[in-house]
T-cell receptor, first 111, second 116 residues
Framework: RKEVEQDPGPFNVPEGATVAFNCTYS??????FFWYRQDCRKEPKLLMS???SGNEDGRFTAQLNRASQYISLLIRDSKLSDSATYLC????????????FGTGTQLKVEL | ETGVTQTPRHLVMGMTNKKSLKCEQH?????MYWYKQSAKKPLELMFV???????ENNSVPSRFSPECPNSSHLFLHLHTLQPEDSALYLC???????????????FGEGSRLTVL
């Protein structure tokens, strides 16, 4: 089983749609979780951290389900500029900087 | 100007060549990383330097040799590479704080390597 697993997509959605991505992780002892965004031919950038209580940043909502070992990202009112690859990232040890990345889910927002 | 700068952006080399990738961070961070990104594969952590000391070496073949002369600079020396080493090599930095970790890595734009 992969350490971090994501549906690669692509998810093609119309502008204004709501879209959700899920990600599962294999290490039940994992401590911290993140979503990164990577635009085409660009470097990954931190989008948001994922907290146990769930967290929201504008149109973006991230949630963590420790019991089922999955993380979700919800994007409301999609914009063309949201088109990118969304990387699920897990810190399996809780300390240090050894992040484990998923392969990413590609989102294409269309007119 | 980005906080993490990588050169060269593109590199084509033969299997017998020796080349180096360079990374410089202008963010005052104390940890630097090399990641490999291949098509349809997740980012693979190669090396981690914290306070200029190598703290992680993820079973990377010896044909990749990192060097961290100071907290702002990181190199990846390449020699006798194989075609399967063709990939995007990403440098990143972060600020290590004992006991806490924000999960934020700042990446450079990458060096796209093609091995012929």
């Amino acid at each position: 089983r992969k350490e971090v697993e994501q549906d690669p997509g692509p998810f093609n959605v119309p502008e204004g749609a709501t879209v959700a991505f899920n990600c599962t992780y294999s290490n039940s002892a994992s401590q911290s979780f993140f979503w990164y965004r990577q635009d085409c031919r660009k470097e990954p950038k931190l989008l948001m951290s994922v907290y146990s209580s769930g967290n929201e940043d504008g149109r973006f909502t991230a949630q963590l389900n420790r019991a089922s070992q999955y993380i979700s990202l919800l994007i409301r009112d999609s914009k063309l500029s949201d088109s990118a690859t969304y990387l699920c990232v897990v810190n399996p040890t809780g300390g240090g900087n050894k992040l484990t990345f998923g392969t990413g889910t590609q989102l294409k927002v269309e007119l | 100007e980005t906080g993490v700068t990588q050169t060269p952006r593109h590199l084509v080399m033969g299997m017998t060549n020796k080349k180096s990738l360079k990374c410089e961070q202008h963010l005052g961070h104390n940890a630097m990383y090399w990641y490999k990104q291949s098509a349809k594969k997740p980012l693979e952590l190669m090396f981690v330097y914290s306070l200029e000391e190598r703290v992680e070496n993820n079973s990377v073949p010896s044909r990749f040799s990192p060097e961290c002369p100071n907290s702002s600079h990181l190199f990846l020396h390449l020699h006798t590479l194989q075609p399967e080493d063709s990939a995007l090599y990403l440098c990143a930095s972060s600020q290590d704080r004992s006991g806490t970790y924000t999960g934020e890595l700042f990446f450079g734009e990458g060096s796209r390597l093609t091995v012929l």
